[in-house]
């Protein structure tokens, strides 16, 4: 398994709870009011580094954390041996806190929290655009430009792509969506041709019961 399929792995894991997101925000709130203004971009750095670096490339170490074989003595010690000596006072203190909750399996889905959390106090946030196939730098580019000049905030575009759009994007803003891609525009025409096709039978049988009003 390498590195991107661990960390796959490892999320997919983490969403298998519906209520995980929910608790993962509250902690990632924690972290960041614990990290403070102006610390946030150095410690965000040091759990980026942990999970993709240490729980991917060694997700046997995640799996012995969150497997519950370990009592929490045997955790709080694993966490010490291995980044108790490397990583930072703060970052420690947070993994240590975690084990005491139970909620070390939540630790790529609160780095994900802590990012938005970031990103959303540094004036940005993220705009999904999802593209029938990839875009290039150039029109992501543009697409950036365009977003920044309408919306309040500073854009950083997560790109995706969905064959099934055929042409198009699709952009999505928090859980706001705003679909212009050629299958929905399809959609909004065959239902136009539908409800016309409905009108023109209903006003069919009106003429047909009251031939009187022709």
Do not use: W
């Amino acid at each position: 398994m390498d590195q991107k399929q661990a960390l796959k792995a490892i999320y997919a894991n983490v969403m298998d709870d519906p209520s995980a997101q929910a608790i993962a925000h509250t902690y990632a709130e924690a972290f960041i009011k614990a990290v403070g203004t102006g610390n946030e971009p150095e410690l965000l750095e040091e759990y980026t580094s942990f999970v993709e670096d240490v729980l991917a490339s060694f997700p046997e170490y995640y799996q012995l954390l969150t497997s519950g074989i370990l009592s929490q003595d045997e955790q709080l010690g694993l966490i010490d041996r291995v980044v108790g000596n490397k990583g930072s006072e703060i970052f420690v203190n947070f993994l240590r806190v975690l084990a005491k909750h139970d909620r070390l399996n939540l630790l790529p889905l609160i780095l994900t929290e802590s990012q938005l959390i970031h990103e959303k106090n540094s004036g940005r946030q993220r705009v999904e655009v999802t593209s029938a196939k990839e875009l290039n730098e150039s029109e992501l580019k543009k697409i950036q430009e365009k977003l920044a000049s309408t919306l309040s905030f500073e854009p950083i575009i997560v790109s995706k792509v969905n064959p099934e759009l055929i042409g198009g994007i699709v952009i999505q803003i928090g859980d706001k969506v705003y679909d212009s891609s050629l299958r929905s525009r399809m959609k909004q025409l065959r239902d136009r041709l539908r409800q016309r096709s409905l009108h023109e039978i209903q006003s069919g049988r009106d003429r047909f019961c009251h031939p009187e009003g022709n």
